[in-house]
T-cell receptor
Framework: GQNIDQPTEMTATEGAIVQINCTYQTSGFNGLFWYQQHAGEAPTFLSYNVLDGLEEKGRFSSFLSRSKGYSYLLLKELQMKDSASYLCAVRDEDYQLIWGAGTKLIIKP | IAGITQAPTSQILAAGRRMTLRCTQDMRHNAMYWYRQDLGLGLRLIHYSNTAGTTGKGEVPDGYSVSRANTDDFPLTLASAVPSQTSVYFC????????????FGPGTRLTVL
């Protein structure tokens, strides 16, 4: 079966750095996505990786290792507004997105 | 309209009733999707449409039907609602099914009693 694993919840301090991990087992691979979802709102796109390595976009970076079936999202200089759920999704061989359950990130002052 | 809109925002429905959730996008995207999101689970695909006039089944299609008469609209119908269909429903669209990014509507919170 297809599976995406993420930690259920993480806590971090304002101004710090946090790394959210995602491991996957899917039938084929056509890219990995990270989305942010604030409580009661829609998911919004953060990043996309299809090749191994690090993609940096401001305070957010995403890393992919296809051989290990592993990705992480790195958030730097954490702000209170970063409190949200972070969703990892993998596009499989049929170009269908398989979603993880999400990681709820709690930022403390 | 900017992006994707969904209606209603929320709804309480008696079991056995028929309900249509509406979704409209103004981005001229070819592909559209319906997901449900339940606590502790990832988004699950109900139905999708690669282009106007075509639809396909996702991971959890039972009890739901869709139509795609034109590019902009993609309604989701529950023919006879059951309590297990209580969920938050998100409509999304992308330029194509293999495209990078899906854009989501604000969601409909549905409670079936």
């Amino acid at each position: 079966g297809q599976n995406i694993d993420q930690p259920t919840e993480m806590t971090a301090t304002e101004g710090a750095i946090v790394q959210i991990n995602c491991t996957y087992q899917t039938s084929g691979f056509n890219g990995l996505f990270w989305y942010q979802q604030h409580a009661g709102e829609a998911p919004t796109f953060l990043s996309y990786n299809v090749l191994d390595g690090l993609e940096e976009k401001g305070r957010f970076s995403s890393f992919l290792s296809r051989s290990k079936g592993y990705s992480y999202l790195l958030l730097k200089e954490l702000q209170m507004k970063d409190s949200a759920s972070y969703l990892c999704a993998v596009r499989d061989e049929d170009y269908q997105l398989i979603w993880g359950a999400g990681t709820k990130l709690i930022i403390k002052p | 309209i900017a992006g994707i809109t969904q209606a209603p925002t929320s709804q309480i429905l008696a079991a056995g009733r028929r309900m249509t959730l509406r979704c409209t996008q103004d981005m001229r995207h070819n592909a559209m999707y319906w997901y449900r999101q339940d606590l502790g689970l990832g988004l699950r695909l109900i139905h999708y449409s690669n282009t106007a006039g075509t639809t396909g089944k996702g991971e959890v299609p039972d009890g739901y039907s869709v139509s795609r008469a034109n590019t902009d609209d993609f309604p989701l119908t529950l023919a006879s609602a059951v309590p297990s269909q209580t969920s938050v429903y998100f409509c999304a669209s992308s330029d194509s099914r293999g495209s990078d990014t899906q854009y989501f509507g604000p969601g409909t919170r549905l409670t079936v009693l």
